[in-house]
């Protein structure tokens, strides 16, 4: 069984420590599960905002979220990252008054060479780093934004969001983080072989990009688009290079991704 752990942190400025906040969350709330597709037994070797991805281990831990009724956002808008929409105290950022989320990064541990970094800088979240050649599994890096509520919408579609940048011969994923996949101690509702999100490659351009909940439908857990859309809990973005092959002169792939303009759409 292989055990992943990343490298969680806020972004831009300080983030109170997500342990604690989340052993607080556990204790106060009480368990909840979203509908949607139960786990298949495989194990990705992903990662998310937290120490361990998928694991085939039971998870004791009581979830933090609830799905069910969940925020439907009356305001599209998630992020422009604007100054004004981040609040110092809390380590929050905000769109819609009703959800608030902080951003993190992470890398793959068992590739120790790989890195990255994140930081909201100019009205923009920007992450960078380097991927290393794999072995028999992936490899990755990236970052992403997490909320503090559970979506639960039949009002949105989908995302839409500016990715610009350079992938650096790495093959970018966006994510759509849901409650299904997020793990119990992540304040999700998985409790083994988690992290199976729903995705689709995307590549950086100069003009927003859409991505419908339709267009992930089969890629993850769970496999409609109207269960996904009713427990959203944050998104991301993935650099992966693909396993090792034999004599394949592979190298090691150096991004740079700005993500800006996040928005609900209809």
Request: hydrophobic share 35%; charged share 15%; aromatic share 10%.
């Amino acid at each position: 069984m292989r055990r992943t752990a990343t490298n969680t942190k806020g972004s831009g400025l300080l983030v109170p420590g997500w342990w604690g906040l989340c052993a607080a969350w556990a204790l106060a709330l009480s368990t909840h599960a979203c509908d949607g597709d139960p786990a298949v037994p495989s194990v990705t070797k992903d990662a998310a905002a937290g120490d361990d991805a998928a694991d085939a281990r039971a998870s004791t831990a009581t979830p933090g979220l609830f799905c069910s009724p969940g925020v439907d956002p009356a305001d599209p808008r998630i992020t422009e990252f604007s100054a004004a929409s981040f609040n110092g105290n809390k380590g929050r950022w905000t769109g819609d008054p009703n959800l608030t989320f902080f951003t993190y990064s992470y890398h793959d541990p068992d590739a120790p060479d790989s890195s990255n970094s994140d930081k909201v800088e100019g009205g923009v979240f920007t992450i960078s780093g380097q991927v290393v050649v794999p072995g028999s599994d992936p490899s990755y890096s990236g970052g992403g934004m997490h909320f503090d509520y559970c979506v639960n919408t039949t009002a949105y579609t989908g995302v839409q969001f500016t990715l610009t940048g350079t992938s650096g011969g790495c093959t970018i994923y966006f994510d759509l983080q849901t409650y299904s996949q997020q793990a119990i101690h992540e304040r999700g509702g998985c409790a083994s072989y988690c992290y199976q999100f729903p995705r689709k490659v995307v590549t950086p351009q100069s003009t927003p990009i859409t991505v419908r909940f339709s267009d992930l439908e089969g890629s993850g857990i769970p496999s409609g688009a109207a269960a996904m859309a009713s427990e959203i809990m944050g998104m991301r973005w993935q650099a992966e290079l693909a396993p090792r092959q034999d004599d394949a002169g592979q190298t090691a792939c150096t991004f740079s991704l700005s993500v800006d303009d996040v928005k609900l759409v209809n």
